[in-house]
């Protein structure tokens, strides 16, 4: 596409100067040095792209409270855990599975159609590095269906925001996930950010249930 664009500049160029025929051979002499020229600034763009993406994932670990390891192995820990279950074809073909990783706390959620098959998700994920602990939510159940997968989602969106509205809860130290309207909390809090987020969690609609798997700080 790039290419096709710089060709079409070419010919521009060509008809604007007239002052040699418009062939093939005139048309590449343009490209080349049209690429020659672009090249520099196509280089400048990526690197502007990779400097602003690395300083907001900088940024994103300096304010966590997880240690900036920690946060790398929590990556790591879904990274492989997803890796694992899709490679483990009696588990992907059965399962709906999400798996969120918070200092090494490791929650799976989601539906798979038989208790050997969930405790199959547990052993693979007991056997990933850096993990401490595995709350196996997993529902013996047909994979879900999308709407009910949209509505967990739109439940997650609105605590979040509702969460952001909350004074003294900062919603970056709490991890949402929703599963068949139960939501998970997870994060590094003190008791009263913990009540405070529960409490708005559950004045919101949609939500069947509240599960705490917060790690105390002092």
Not at 50 to 70: E, F, L
Not at 98 to 108: K, R
Not at 203 to 212: F, L, M, P, T
Request: hydrophobic fraction near 45%; charge should be positive; proline fraction near 3%.
């Amino acid at each position: 596409m790039l290419f096709n664009l710089i060709k079409s500049v070419a010919k521009r160029v060509i008809a604007r100067d007239n002052k040699q025929p418009i062939n093939q051979e005139t048309i590449m002499s343009k490209f080349k040095y049209l690429l020659i020229a672009l090249v520099p600034i196509i280089f400048l763009q990526a690197c502007a792209t990779a400097v602003v993406t690395g300083a907001a994932t900088g940024a994103s670990i300096a304010y966590d409270r997880r240690t900036a390891g920690s946060v790398i192995d929590d990556q790591g820990i879904e990274f492989k855990a997803a890796l694992a279950i899709y490679n483990d074809k009696e588990i992907y073909n059965q399962s709906h599975i999400n798996v969120t990783s918070y200092n090494g706390i490791v929650l799976v959620t989601g539906e798979t159609l038989t208790e050997s098959l969930k405790q199959k998700v547990n052993s693979v994920v007991k056997n990933i590095p850096k993990v401490r602990r595995i709350h196996n939510e997993l529902i013996i159940a047909a994979p879900s269906a999308l709407p009910s997968r949209s509505s967990d989602a739109w439940i997650t969106s609105k605590i979040k925001t509702k969460l952001a509205a909350e004074q003294n809860v900062d919603p970056f130290y709490i991890k949402v996930v929703t599963e068949h309207g139960i939501v998970y909390l997870m994060g590094i809090v003190n008791k009263t950010e913990a009540d405070r987020a529960v409490r708005v969690v559950t004045q919101s609609a949609g939500v069947q249930r509240v599960v705490k798997l917060f790690e105390y700080s002092k």
